[in-house]
């Protein structure tokens, strides 16, 4: 698409700056997500800019898991990265069972739909999403509800940065698309402690002084501090619960209660 060739990258420094933008946009669209809101951010802002290496191919994609019963919290999330991130509500695209969720611009009047729960074509239908344009938001909902084939799959083109599908057997990368898993599924308490996105300080060298960290308002002194990083679902896989099977692919776990 020449719109998409025309277009630079957004968001691709991992700066206060950027993070600022990111933390108000989504805070302002689901304040009631406000302490997870920074991790989000954060973990888009560290694989966009390269900082994040958990594969070996395409450095830029994101994958990003929402847990939790809250479908329009998730939704409304991953429609304001597509456009604070891509320009447009438009690049935006979901995926649930064999039903396809069509995004509507402007104001977020998406109605959770319900389909059978099986896989079916999903992998097909991502193949797809991705060979159209892989610069936009993806979501696959009721990733819990995937046959073992298509998990297999969402998990072998995460891990890879491809994906081959279509009649001859293409080949697509990833590229810096931001793949959002969601899941309805709800952890006991203390899986849920352990799944929730925590901030922890990197300790570079010495204990820093505070001097160091940008200043920023205390109630949001996590989001700007760049010297954060979130706990992704692979340092605390051991302590999850395994309906998930997607927590040693995903570059952070984020709870929707």
């Known amino acids: 698409h020449m719109q998409g060739a025309c277009s630079r990258p957004k968001f691709t420094e991992l700066t206060a700056q950027n993070l600022r933008i990111l933390c108000d946009a989504l805070e302002q669209r689901v304040p009631r997500h406000a302490n997870i809101v920074p991790g989000i951010s954060s973990t888009v802002l560290r ?9 070996a191919g395409n450095k830029a994609t994101t994958c990003l898991f929402f847990r939790g019963r809250d479908g329009s919290g998730k939704m409304a999330v991953a429609l304001e990265l597509a456009r604070l991130v891509f320009g447009s509500y438009a690049k935006f695209t979901a ?22 729960h099986n896989g079916g074509d999903i992998g097909a239908r991502l193949f797809e999403a991705i060979e ?8 696959i909902d009721e990733v819990d509800r995937l046959d073992s084939n298509s998990e297999i799959l969402i998990k072998n083109a995460i891990a890879g940065g491809t994906m081959a599908g279509g009649c001859n057997g293409n080949v697509v990368g990833l590229e810096d698309v931001i793949l959002v898993l969601s899941s309805d599924l709800c952890e006991s308490a203390s899986v849920a402690s352990a799944s929730s996105p925590r901030v922890k300080r990197r300790q570079n060298n010495e ?39 997607f927590l040693n692919v995903v570059d952070g776990v984020f709870l929707f209660n």
């Open 132 to 139: 159209e344009n892989p610069h936009r938001v993806i979501l």
């Open 207 to 245: 204990d820093k002084d505070d001097a160091t960290d940008i200043e920023v308002r205390p109630r949001r002194r996590l989001c700007w501090d760049l010297n954060v990083c979130v706990v992704d679902g692979e340092e605390e896989e051991d302590n999850l619960a395994d309906d998930e099977g």
């Open 47 to 55: 694989c966009r800019s390269g900082v994040t290496r958990r594969r």
């Open 95 to 116: 995926l649930q069972g064999s039903t396809d969720i069509p995004a509507r611009t402007g104001k977020l009047a998406i109605k959770r739909q319900r389909s059978p």
